[in-house]
Each structure stands twice: as C-alpha cells, then as structure tokens.
C-alpha cells in the first residue's frame, strides 16, 4: 500500500466518523427534539430551557420558552454538562454527593457547575454517549418528565 493509497483510507475514515457525528446534531433534527420538549411542556403547564449539548459540552441548541424563569437559561446547560460529566443522569448523582457519599462536596469542588438534581440525561448512542440534554424552569419531577421527552425524540430521530 502506497503513502497516497493510506491517505485516502484516512481521509474516509475520518469523514465517516466526522459525518456520523454530525449528522445526530442536525439542526433541523434537533428542532424536532426541542418541538417535543415544547409539547410535554406545554401539557404540563411550565417553561423551560432546553439545552442540547454535544460530547465536547459545546451547546448544539439553546431554546428558551418565552414563559420560562430566567435561572433555568443557566441551569439547563449545567444539567447537560453534568450529565456528560458524570455519565449519568442528574437524578442519579445527588445520592454520591450527600454527607458521609464517596463523592461528597464535589459541587463546591467544581465551583458550582455540578448539577445534582433532575433534568439532565446524556444522550447515549451504540453504547457511546455523544451528548446530553439538560431541562430546567419546572419542578424537578417536571423537568425530568420533559428531558425523558426529549431524549426520546432525539434518539428515535436518529435513526
């Protein structure tokens, strides 16, 4: 195999990772996530902030309902950078970072960026997590309940 031949079988493997990647953060797919999100919102009475963030913590989507509480523009990033973070669901962190828990005061450790309440759920794909949404403005029952909404869409539109 030739130095050209090599080239051209990495160039294509790269493209079809990068495309791959890509494609699960469509622009016009995560309009779907967040209409989904807006829908069991609505049915449930609340605004929230949705936040779609890739497996870099870069926010891929930020929507803002115009009835959400301003604190939640902030939370909703943290949950998905939480979520990312610690691999797992935001609900599922508050019980490591209780008094006497093996992760106790990893919030004031990271400056208040962990987020240990629900609303936040990395996004998993192929057993590879390749982002997370991050849900706040409502109860925390309220949040979960949008960001499980969420996530399903955005996983049944990746398909």
């Not at 995560?30 to 999100?37: G, H, N, P, T, W």
Request: one cysteine or more; charged letters at 20%; a negative charge.
């Amino acid at each position: 195999m030739n130095e050209e031949q090599l080239s051209q079988i990495i160039r294509d493997v790269i493209a079809k990772q990068g495309g791959t990647t890509m494609n699960l953060f469509d622009r016009h797919m995560m309009e779907k996530v967040i209409d989904a999100a807006v829908a069991r919102a609505d049915e449930l009475g609340v605004g929230v902030t949705i936040c779609i963030m890739d497996q870099a913590t870069v926010p891929q989507m930020l929507y803002h309902m115009p009835n959400a509480n301003l604190v939640s523009s902030t939370l909703a990033p943290k949950k998905a950078w939480s979520a990312i973070a610690m691999k797992e669901p935001t609900k599922e962190i508050s019980k490591d970072i209780q008094p006497g828990a093996p992760l106790y005061q990893m919030e004031t450790m990271l400056d208040g960026k962990l987020v240990s309440f629900p609303g936040g759920i990395p996004l998993v794909i192929n057993g590879t997590a390749i982002g997370a949404i991050g849900v706040s403005g409502g109860l925390i029952e309220e949040d979960q309940s949008i960001c499980e909404a969420a996530v399903a869409a955005f996983l049944k539109e990746s398909k």
